[in-house]
């Protein structure tokens, strides 16, 4: 009886420290997901709130009259006239005859320097779109540079940056500002327009092109090349030596530097096969190379999962082998493999390294149409204009960030979605 | 008693099989069956004969070989890496190990039942047609569907799942999953059906169920099942084969080897003394 409550006693004191072992463990737990969480905030804070901006642009308003004797041009139709269009004066005339007292060969520039260079092409492509506004007037607002865009910005927070202005563009400024002539509004050409020099008319478009581009090659030829890998070495080969080595190597080239892969598509693909330069045709073979081991292992661990059962009861039926895969295994291991392919997609969106050296890095205007069209992708893009001296490019390279991330956060939910949707149980 | 058999337990080396191990009638030969799994071997110069539209039961301790045995009949140990069969297998006279015979083909002629219900992760429809169908062995969905009923009224499972064909197979019950199975085996008409174990993880009334069902079946097809439960080797085959570590120790007609075993080995199992 002794004895007994003796033994009782000595569970309950160990009792007590157990718990408070796991007590503590569970706390060690919710610090870890804490410090992850708080890292993640602290990104999309920082992201966020420099790069809000960036989906406003400052307008100016003026009163345009589409002169064209000023523009001098007679007919709309005619390209040569066109091309060779005085179409700035539309909006210098504009601006000046808003501001009529200013004089002075340098005031004059400053004047105009108020609106984007690209200011003029807009309006062309506007007259271009309502022909019937030749000739008459019509208030339109005008994309206004990024100094200006930055300086209204701040200005609008309180805490005006007007390092880059002269003491004359603040008074104008604050003149239409009391005119409501100057607005934020949102800045469209973010998403319709390729790359520039000019950060008021830089957009995301061609990367983002570029990025699907290049992410659709990497798709076509990684997806159906990793499976067929995954299957024969899984349910095919003969397990030897060989098949180990082959592992191995998979295994190996899984955690190569992304930068070697991009060495090795400059030697062998432009090099050698002569695949022209910064296209999402060679883009898409340099992430495939990447891409390829993520895929193959991820796709042997869905073929593994099936259980061994379906595949004798397959057998046992007298289907081939072929026929067991292709009815069976690939079915139920379909889920797991497309996770795969996601994960191995969103990994290579993120790539930047090995496209650089493949000039993937080329500053490129044009959006790109097709696999052969000269391309960049979103994280180089972010690259490029985080290396941007102006102002005006910190606020683009956090809303490219933004623009990234949500296409990751988008890839990666439709892989979890895809594979609750598509799992079965047995 | 102390075992008088206690030397005799302990097998010598030339053992010769006692019992009626062949057939004036047979539907498969088995001589001098050895089978190795890389190097260690798992069966020792095995001979029997199954005869036409009997069941035989194959009985015997924890790896005796009687599964392995088993699977040399359809050929499953093709798939075992690094397993290889000696001896001479041959249905209606054809050798079942010669190069040119597709193992496809074996397979829909010899029928397997697994110990554990396997059904396909697919409507029960779809798992009693898919052998018709990968043999081609119906043409439309008419005749598919009669394969279907036909299969499915001899597993004894039609009044049961009639009325939800299109829902999976793996929703069923232990029991019924394992009937499906015995209904997917039979939808190709094979002529031996192997049954591997195949109420091991069945509670009792399934287990009725299916013995009741074996009988039923042995009218029509051949049947060789491997069973740990000698009391159901006694209700459902004729003759009964016990293997000890790879040996086929005596092949009887099942009533005598339960009442009058010839040799110790299968009198000490039979009663318990080991197994």
């Given at each position: 009886?002794?004895?007994?409550?003796?033994?009782?006693?000595?569970?309950?004191?160990?009792?007590?420290?157990?718990?408070?072992?796991?007590?503590?463990?569970?706390?060690?737990?919710?610090?870890?997901?804490?410090?992850?969480?708080?890292?993640?905030?602290v990104l999309f804070f920082d992201i966020i709130s420099k790069g809000h901006g960036a989906f406003r642009a400052t307008y100016i308003k003026l009163d345009i009259h589409y002169d064209p004797e000023l523009i001098g041009i007679n007919n709309l139709a005619d390209n040569e006239q066109l091309s060779a269009g005085n179409w700035q004066a539309l909006s210098k005339t504009?601006?000046?005859?808003?501001?009529?007292?200013?004089?002075?060969?340098?005031?004059?520039?400053?004047?105009?320097?108020?609106l984007s260079n690209g200011a003029g092409f807009d309006l062309k492509d506007h007259l271009l779109a309502n022909p019937q506004l030749l000739g008459k007037k019509e208030s339109v607002w005008v994309l206004a540079d990024d100094d200006i865009d930055t300086y209204f910005k701040s200005w609008l927070d309180g805490?005006?940056?007007?390092?880059?202005?002269?003491?004359?563009?603040?008074?104008?400024?604050?003149?239409?500002?009391?005119?409501?002539?100057?607005?934020?509004?949102?800045?469209?050409?973010?998403?319709?327009?390729?790359?520039?020099?000019?950060?008021?008319?830089?957009?995301?478009?061609?990367?983002?092109?570029?990025?699907?581009?290049?992410?659709?090659?990497?798709?076509?030829?990684?997806?159906?090349?990793?499976?067929?890998?995954?299957?024969?070495?899984?349910?095919?080969?003969?397990?030897?030596?060989?098949?180990?080595?082959?592992?191995?190597?998979?295994?190996?080239?899984?955690?190569?530097?992304?930068i070697i892969f991009g060495l090795l598509g400059l030697a062998i693909f432009i090099n050698f096969f002569h695949v022209p330069r910064s296209v999402p045709i060679v883009g898409g073979l340099v992430l495939t190379l990447m891409t390829l081991p993520t895929i193959i292992i991820t796709s042997r661990a869905a073929i593994k999962s099936v259980p061994p059962s379906i595949r004798e009861a397959a057998l046992g039926m007298g289907a081939s082998k072929y026929q067991m895969v292709l009815h069976h295994v690939l079915?139920?291991?379909?889920?797991?493999?497309?996770?795969?392919?996601?994960?191995?997609?969103?990994?290579?969106?993120?790539?930047?390294?090995?496209?650089?050296?493949?000039?993937?890095?080329?500053?490129?205007?044009?959006?790109?149409?097709?696999?052969?069209?000269?391309?960049?992708?979103?994280p180089v893009q972010i690259f490029l204009w985080a290396d941007s001296p102006e102002r005006a490019f910190i606020e683009k390279t956090s809303a490219a960030i933004m623009v990234l991330l949500s296409f990751l956060i988008i890839m990666n939910t439709s892989a979890v979605w895809l594979r609750k949707r598509l799992e079965r149980r047995w | 008693m102390k075992l008088a058999s206690e030397q005799t337990l302990e097998l010598d080396e030339g053992h010769v099989t006692v019992g009626q191990s062949f057939s004036d009638d047979p539907k498969m030969t088995m001589r001098n069956i050895n089978v190795f799994y890389a190097e260690k071997q798992a069966i020792y110069d095995v001979s029997i004969d199954i005869t036409k539209n009997e069941v035989i039961a194959m009985i015997?301790?924890?790896?005796?070989?009687?599964?392995?045995f088993l699977r040399t009949l359809n050929r499953m140990n093709d798939t075992v890496d690094g397993c290889r069969v000696e001896g001479d297998i041959c249905m209606d006279g054809e050798n079942l190990y010669a190069p040119n015979l597709d193992v496809v083909e074996l397979r829909a002629r010899v029928g397997m039942v697994f110990q554990k219900p396997n059904p396909f992760p697919k409507s029960i429809r779809d798992n009693v047609t898919y052998g018709p169908?990968?043999?081609?062995?119906?043409?439309?969905?008419?005749?598919?569907?009669?394969?279907?009923?036909?299969?499915?009224?001899?597993?004894?499972?039609?009044?049961?799942?009639?009325?939800?064909?299109?829902?999976?197979?793996?929703?069923?019950?232990?029991?019924?999953?394992?009937?499906?199975?015995?209904?997917?085996?039979?939808?190709?008409?094979?002529?031996v059906i192997l049954m591997d174990e195949p109420c091991s993880a069945l509670d009792p009334i399934a287990t009725a169920?299916?013995?009741?069902?074996?009988?039923?079946?042995?009218?029509?097809?051949?049947?060789?099942?491997?069973?740990?439960?000698?009391?159901?080797?006694?209700?459902?085959?004729?003759r009964t084969a016990y293997f000890h570590l790879g040996k086929l120790i005596e092949v009887n007609p099942t009533e005598q080897v339960f009442t009058m075993p010839q040799h110790q080995l299968t009198e000490a199992y039979i009663t318990g003394r080991f197994g």
């Amino acid at each position: 009886m002794n004895n007994r409550s003796d033994t009782l006693s000595k569970i309950q004191h160990s009792l007590t420290r157990r718990n408070r072992a796991e007590a503590r463990f569970r706390w060690y737990g919710r610090c870890a997901i804490f410090i992850g969480l708080l890292a993640v905030a602290v990104l999309f804070f920082d992201i966020i709130s420099k790069g809000h901006g960036a989906f406003r642009a400052t307008y100016i308003k003026l009163d345009i009259h589409y002169d064209p004797e000023l523009i001098g041009i007679n007919n709309l139709a005619d390209n040569e006239q066109l091309s060779a269009g005085n179409w700035q004066a539309l909006s210098k005339t504009a601006l000046r005859n808003k501001f009529p007292d200013v004089s002075g060969r340098q005031d004059k520039r400053r004047l105009s320097k108020l609106l984007s260079n690209g200011a003029g092409f807009d309006l062309k492509d506007h007259l271009l779109a309502n022909p019937q506004l030749l000739g008459k007037k019509e208030s339109v607002w005008v994309l206004a540079d990024d100094d200006i865009d930055t300086y209204f910005k701040s200005w609008l927070d309180g805490d005006a940056y007007d390092a880059r202005m002269t003491a004359k563009q603040v008074q104008w400024i604050a003149q239409l500002h009391q005119e409501d002539l100057i607005a934020l509004k949102f800045n469209s050409n973010l998403f319709s327009r390729g790359d520039s020099r000019e950060p008021e008319q830089a957009g995301i478009r061609g990367a983002v092109m570029g990025s699907f581009l290049t992410l659709i090659m990497t798709l076509m030829l990684s997806f159906p090349i990793g499976v067929s890998a995954a299957i024969y070495l899984e349910e095919f080969a003969p397990k030897n030596r060989w098949t180990d080595f082959i592992e191995v190597n998979i295994n190996n080239l899984a955690a190569v530097p992304s930068i070697i892969f991009g060495l090795l598509g400059l030697a062998i693909f432009i090099n050698f096969f002569h695949v022209p330069r910064s296209v999402p045709i060679v883009g898409g073979l340099v992430l495939t190379l990447m891409t390829l081991p993520t895929i193959i292992i991820t796709s042997r661990a869905a073929i593994k999962s099936v259980p061994p059962s379906i595949r004798e009861a397959a057998l046992g039926m007298g289907a081939s082998k072929y026929q067991m895969v292709l009815h069976h295994v690939l079915p139920l291991a379909l889920p797991g493999m497309l996770t795969g392919a996601i994960i191995g997609m969103a990994q290579a969106l993120g790539e930047t390294a090995p496209l650089l050296m493949i000039g993937m890095v080329a500053f490129i205007v044009d959006i790109p149409n097709g696999f052969s069209d000269p391309a960049t992708v979103l994280p180089v893009q972010i690259f490029l204009w985080a290396d941007s001296p102006e102002r005006a490019f910190i606020e683009k390279t956090s809303a490219a960030i933004m623009v990234l991330l949500s296409f990751l956060i988008i890839m990666n939910t439709s892989a979890v979605w895809l594979r609750k949707r598509l799992e079965r149980r047995w | 008693m102390k075992l008088a058999s206690e030397q005799t337990l302990e097998l010598d080396e030339g053992h010769v099989t006692v019992g009626q191990s062949f057939s004036d009638d047979p539907k498969m030969t088995m001589r001098n069956i050895n089978v190795f799994y890389a190097e260690k071997q798992a069966i020792y110069d095995v001979s029997i004969d199954i005869t036409k539209n009997e069941v035989i039961a194959m009985i015997g301790p924890s790896g005796c070989g009687k599964s392995t045995f088993l699977r040399t009949l359809n050929r499953m140990n093709d798939t075992v890496d690094g397993c290889r069969v000696e001896g001479d297998i041959c249905m209606d006279g054809e050798n079942l190990y010669a190069p040119n015979l597709d193992v496809v083909e074996l397979r829909a002629r010899v029928g397997m039942v697994f110990q554990k219900p396997n059904p396909f992760p697919k409507s029960i429809r779809d798992n009693v047609t898919y052998g018709p169908k990968i043999h081609g062995l119906a043409d439309t969905r008419v005749d598919l569907d009669e394969i279907l009923e036909k299969s499915l009224r001899k597993a004894g499972l039609w009044e049961e799942v009639k009325d939800r064909l299109d829902q999976p197979g793996t929703g069923l019950s232990g029991g019924q999953q394992q009937r499906l199975c015995i209904a997917r085996a039979i939808a190709v008409s094979p002529e031996v059906i192997l049954m591997d174990e195949p109420c091991s993880a069945l509670d009792p009334i399934a287990t009725a169920k299916i013995e009741e069902l074996i009988e039923e079946l042995s009218q029509n097809f051949t049947i060789a099942i491997v069973t740990h439960s000698m009391q159901q080797a006694a209700r459902v085959s004729h003759r009964t084969a016990y293997f000890h570590l790879g040996k086929l120790i005596e092949v009887n007609p099942t009533e005598q080897v339960f009442t009058m075993p010839q040799h110790q080995l299968t009198e000490a199992y039979i009663t318990g003394r080991f197994g």
